[in-house]
């Protein structure tokens, strides 16, 4: 059989496992309304979880900046496309999030994807071994296998697991990798408890933070978060072995990532990290954007409380309406919001009701869940108000008595 008739074939099996993945177009901005195929929705399905993708303000720093500078940055980092904003935005970063160490500074990569790739492969080898949380994101594990390294995953926020594990490995390096909060669960990782495992076996914690940096720890992500409740609770912060990757295309709006870890380290990522060097840089004005965007992270409290009121909102109804015994609202409190079906039928059949009532929540299916557990996973953001929040409950009761 040809290539061609093969993955024809694989595609009609996608389509009897209701798997078959289809993109709809957005033809507006990110917000809690988008024009998509044609019509205006209420929307639960973006990580623009403070509203930032169509900021004016960041949009005017975009639009300065291609004045400044252009639209291409015309080369990788190294060569000659490391243009002033992005080492600006660099010193931003390392200053905003880098409160945890002492000597901290970032480094900007083009995706978050390409940052956990950069990052593990440019660490670990073949002697060495990645341990990683089951429900890590896809790029935490394409990082692993890229590296060559043993591979070695534990039960989702097992510390128990983790440290038989890290107990019998005999690894020349050991990075632990978590998922700060999970992507499609929302809940968080037990940070404190990692990086005490880090200490005890002489292994560094890679904290991948692409839904917390914004929102947790006062804008400062997932570490700040924990390092404050390990200084309350008089533990010691052991800074230096963590390394920090946030996303800037989430919550901070833009597009893009960084990692924030000692400053030597850094100095091996830019280096060694082969998704920071053979490739283009981007574009100086997202640089600019993103420069705007975390000083609107740093200066206004009331987004992030505006999230928190919403999920809280958002909890609080779904409770008080009856829902099918099948349905089960995952214990999260951030802003992603995972309804599981299990069924990816049933799982279609609720987002397509909910379209039809103009109501966007995206279906999520394995791969990117676990067999079984394909949900709705409702994202919440500040841009939401009490009225969307109740219009979606009121559609869900609607869906579920039907
Ligand atoms: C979105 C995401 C990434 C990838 O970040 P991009 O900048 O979108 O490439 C990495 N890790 C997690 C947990 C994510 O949710």
Redesign the pocket.
């Known amino acids: 059989m040809s290539l061609l008739n093969e993955i024809t074939a694989d595609l009609a099996a996608l389509d009897t496992q209701r798997a078959r993945r289809v993109r709809k177009i957005v033809a507006s901005p990110q917000g809690s309304r988008v024009i998509v195929d044609g019509r205006e929705m209420l929307h639960f399905g973006s990580?623009d979880y403070l509203g930032l993708a169509n900021d004016p303000r960041l949009r005017a720093a975009a639009k300065r900046a291609i004045d400044r500078h252009g639209v291409g940055a015309g080369a990788s980092h190294l060569v000659s496309g490391h243009f002033s904003p992005h080492a600006e935005l660099e010193e931003a970063l390392a200053c905003f999030v880098g409160d945890f160490s002492e000597r901290p500074r970032a480094l900007l990569f083009s995706?978050?994807?390409?940052a956990?790739l950069g990052v593990v492969t440019a660490l670990l080898g073949r002697d060495d071994a990645l341990f990683a949380d089951k429900l890590n994101?896809a790029?935490?594990n394409d990082a692993a296998l890229l590296s060559r390294a043993q591979f070695i995953r534990y039960p989702h926020a097992s510390v128990a697991a983790l440290h038989e594990r890290l107990t019998a490995s005999r690894a020349r390096r050991r990075l632990i990798a978590t998922?700060a909060v999970f992507?499609m669960d929302g809940d968080i990782a037990p940070l404190p408890e990692l990086l005490e495992l880090a200490l005890a076996h002489d292994a560094y914690l890679l904290v991948?933070d692409?839904?917390g940096f914004g929102v947790l720890g006062e804008g400062r992500g997932s570490v700040e978060h924990c390092l404050h409740c390990m200084r309350a609770a008089s533990r010691s912060p052991a800074w230096e072995r963590i390394i920090y990757m946030g996303?800037l295309?989430?919550a901070a709006g833009v597009a893009?990532?960084f990692v924030c870890a000692h400053e030597t380290l850094i100095e091996w990522l830019v280096q060694k990290a082969r998704t920071y060097i053979f490739t283009t840089a981007s574009p100086p004005a997202l640089a600019e954007a993103l420069q705007e965007s975390l000083a609107i992270i740093g200066g206004e409290a009331p987004r992030r409380e505006r999230l928190l009121t919403n999920i809280a909102r958002l909890r609080e109804r779904l409770a008080a309406i009856v829902l099918p015994p099948s349905w089960r609202l995952l214990p999260s409190s951030s802003a992603i919001q995972p309804l599981v079906m299990g069924d990816n039928a049933a799982t279609l059949a609720v987002s397509r009701a909910l379209w039809e009532r103009g109501i966007w929540v995206p279906a999520i299916r394995p791969p990117t869940v676990p067999a079984g557990s394909a949900r709705l996973r409702i994202t919440l953001s500040s841009a939401h108000d009490a009225a969307d929040i109740d219009d979606l409950v009121a559609a869900l009761a609607e869906v579920a008595a039907a």
């Not at 995706?111 to 390409?114: A, I, K, S």
């Open positions: 990580n995706t978050g994807y390409m956990n994101h790029c935490l998922d992507s991948d692409a839904h996303t295309g989430k893009g990532a």
